[in-house]
């Protein structure tokens, strides 16, 4: 099983095996390279952990523990979970400020621990196969222990609807992923999930009524307290730079903090109309960092669409985490093996356009008469004014659907699930019948809090948000699995989860103060970048999708081999004409709205995970790196 | 093949890849039954003028005249019995 996880621990392994539990670890060594190694146990071998991540809060964790008379025989951030365990018991994890997926075994209850991060910046699956428990950083270590890989036609029907599965539901029939700000508690024979965390909005009176340029100064302080904790680790930490606001802020922070010159790293691209090149090295000369670049073709998505889904392990719908996979080999070309992203502020302060147009039809929504109403959604998308639905009545009855349901809690989302949702139109009988039913979205939200009916408009839709799209694609096959296809760490200060208790007690309006998005994070950060990168309006991170697929009017020949109306009937998930009629569209170039791309993407990706996952085919790429040579191994008794 | 037919068809290809007439109803609304977002109704509006040699004017992109199989193509008989 060990062995599969190799990328995401090039170092060395380490083993540990005791009555009905064996624990293994693949070490990316990050912090004490000389005694951090896994498993770790305490003082009397009664408690052992191995675990992926960071605990940031280890030194003063591990001062508090010290007091309390536990005795540390390494300097690693891992050895505090243990100590934690044994002095606060299953709510350890409430002291660990960190991004982790900890497995932990107490040998005299003969319990087994399973923890993961609050917000799911780091995997954790798990499965039940023949009355053995098997769990894993990536599904395809439970497929080497046994586990047989099957698609569960629901987990298509949500990664068709909300970009992937939803926690803890995955692609997989008999995989589950242990949701963000859980436990999972196995003792006696049985398990349960206990949830310690979740994103929510606060009531907090002194927060709430500080005024916006005290929330300012709050949050400058606290996300520099995160990025000073993020940056601990015994290698050099490096970081992404987008040239948009979040990554440019984190940057520039960390350069108060380090004594080196900054290392950034960045994607650039061939086609204009995605590049960001341009305010990229803007930043780098305002910031004065050592800066590379990685340029993407659109043929090098194609190419390498296929190794991207053997690491993300899920049909996905855009190709935009291929890019970040070719930068994540970047840093590691650069001696890196960290780096700080600015992942997370969108969702914490508000940051995408679904927010702001919530907002203005919330606002329409009081007086749906008002045409000058309807006309802000002309402010928000500059493109309305070229597009035929910019006209007002088209407005009106695109973004008018639903428009006095206020009540609905998918008010702000229902849009972008229902575009991605035509997927389903592809799906063959036999999918359908399978989901027969089954209303994916409204068996989601049958999960929400029963509070959330009573929160503001943003608090329900920031919490959406964090719960579909951000842990189950952008941190995962757009963070983790994309950096860790090349052994990176990706750090995330914007998601320390003390910023977002803070940011979720403050108002609305100084999220979205008017339809300016994370104002106060501007006013945060509006004394350590150019006013030009501070006034900048967002620019959503997007790549070349089905275009990628097609060279000189012909499909690459793995994607003709995998849409062959053969390989589609053997599969059995796609009706074959339908599939055929797309492609064709596709391959003469006249896919260019999104319905069309994602369904040719979530496809294709669907057909690879098939191929690889559920068939076990290997494709020609490096899907099983040999064990190096000089790579420590041991079994830790 | 008469106009409604030929748009029926090209909205069916198109947008739901079948060719089973069961699937749109002629006077179903395209944007409000989400068989065709924003860019979607530009594709239309390019086979429009393409193939019915017609200039769509701006202040003629109004559901009125392309929101449904009905509307497109009363939309293309007027133009062109102009």
Redesign the interface.
């Known amino acids: 099983m060990i062995r599969s996880l190799h990328h995401r621990g090039p170092d060395g392994y380490g083993f540990h095996e005791s009555g009905p539990v064996g624990l293994a670890h693949a070490r990316l060594s990050i912090i004490d390279l000389a005694g951090g190694w896994q498993p770790i146990h305490n003082e009397d071998r009664t408690v052992w952990t191995v675990f992926n991540g960071e605990i940031f809060n280890y030194i003063e964790l591990r001062a508090e523990l010290e007091a309390l008379g536990h005795r540390f025989a390494t300097n690693s951030d891992t050895e505090t979970i243990v100590h934690a365990y044994e002095q606060f018991g299953l709510a350890f994890v409430e002291h660990l400020n960190g991004q982790f997926a900890i497995a932990l075994w107490d040998e005299t209850r003969q319990r087994l621990v399973l923890a993961r991060d609050r917000v799911g910046i780091r995997p954790l699956f798990y499965c039940l196969d023949r009355n053995q428990l098997l769990f894993a950083s990536e599904v395809k270590a439970l497929a080497a222990g046994g586990a047989t890989l099957t698609l569960d036609p629901v987990g298509l029907g949500e990664a068709f609807t909300f970009w992937s599965a939803v926690d803890p539901q995955t692609p997989f029939r008999n995989v589950r992923s242990l949701p963000p700000g859980h436990l999972l508690v196995c003792e006696n024979g049985r398990q349960s999930a206990q949830r310690y965390w979740q994103w929510t909005p606060r009531a907090d009176r002194a927060i709430a009524q500080l005024s916006f340029e005290e929330a300012a100064g709050e949050v400058r302080k606290r996300l520099v307290e995160a990025v000073r904790l993020q940056l601990r680790a015994d290698v050099p930490v490096g970081a992404y730079l987008s040239g948009g606001l979040d990554s440019s802020g984190i940057v520039s922070l960390v350069r108060n903090y380090t004594r080196n010159r900054v290392r950034t790293f960045s994607v650039a691209f061939e086609e204009a109309e995605f590049d960001e090149s341009e305010s990229q090295a803007a930043m780098v000369r305002y910031l004065n960092t050592e800066h590379v670049t990685v340029r993407c073709s659109r043929r090098q998505i194609g190419e390498r669409f296929p190794q991207l889904i053997w690491h993300t392990e899920t049909p996905i719908v855009r190709t935009a985490p291929v890019p970040l996979m070719m930068l994540s080999g970047l840093v590691r070309e650069s001696g890196y093996r960290v780096v700080l992203t600015g992942e997370g502020a969108d969702e914490v302060f508000a940051g995408y356009d679904i927010f702001k147009e919530a907002k203005i039809r919330r606002f329409w929504a009081r007086q749906p008469e008002s045409k000058w109403r309807s006309s802000l959604f002309g402010r928000l998308y500059g493109?309305?004014k070229h597009?035929?639905?910019g006209?007002a009545?088209?407005a009106s009855?695109?973004f008018g659907?639903a428009l006095t349901d206020l009540a609905n809690p998918a008010y702000a989302h229902g849009s972008r699930w229902?575009?991605t949702r035509?997927i389903w139109?592809?799906f063959t009988p036999a999918t359908r019948e399978a989901l027969a039913g089954r209303d994916v979205q409204a068996a989601m939200l049958d999960t929400l809090p029963a509070e959330f009916a009573g929160w503001d408009g943003l608090s329900r839709d920031q919490y959406l948000e964090s719960k579909t799209l951000l842990s189950g694609y952008l941190l995962s096959s757009q963070g983790d699995r994309v950096a860790m296809a090349n052994s990176i760490e990706g750090r995330v200060p914007f998601l320390d989860h003390e910023l977002i208790e803070f940011a979720n007690a403050l108002p609305a309006r100084y999220k979205l103060r008017g339809l300016e998005e994370k104002a106060v994070l501007r006013a945060a950060l509006s004394d350590a970048l150019p006013a030009d990168i501070i006034r900048r309006t967002k620019q959503p991170y997007r790549a070349p999708d089905s275009a990628s697929f097609f060279e000189n009017s012909q499909p690459l020949p793995y994607v003709s081999e995998l849409l062959s109306p053969a390989a589609l009937k053997r599969a059995g998930y796609f009706d074959p004409a339908?599939?055929q009629?797309?492609v064709e569209?596709c391959r003469q170039g006249?896919a260019?709205?999104?319905?069309d791309n994602q369904a040719f993407v979530g496809i294709l990706s669907t057909m690879l995970v098939h191929e690889m996952f559920v068939e076990g085919r290997e494709r020609n790429f490096d899907t099983s790196p040999a064990v190096e040579e000089g790579v420590r191994i041991e079994s830790v008794q | 093949m008469s106009p409604k037919s030929e748009i029926k068809q090209f909205i069916l290809g198109n947008y739901l890849f079948t060719n089973d007439e069961s699937a749109l109803a002629d006077d179903d609304s395209l944007l409000k039954k989400g068989i065709v977002d924003s860019t979607g109704m530009l594709e239309l509006i390019m086979h429009i003028e393409e193939k019915y040699g017609i200039k769509v004017a701006e202040d003629e992109m109004v559901p009125a005249n392309l929101d449904s199989v009905v509307n497109v193509t009363a939309f293309i008989e007027r133009k062109l019995a102009k």
Not at chain 1, 592 to 595: M, P, S, T, V, Y
């Open positions: 493109y309305l597009s035929p639905v006209n009545q088209f009855s695109f659907a229902g575009t035509r139109n592809f339908l599939v009629r797309l569209k006249r260019i709205g999104f319905a």
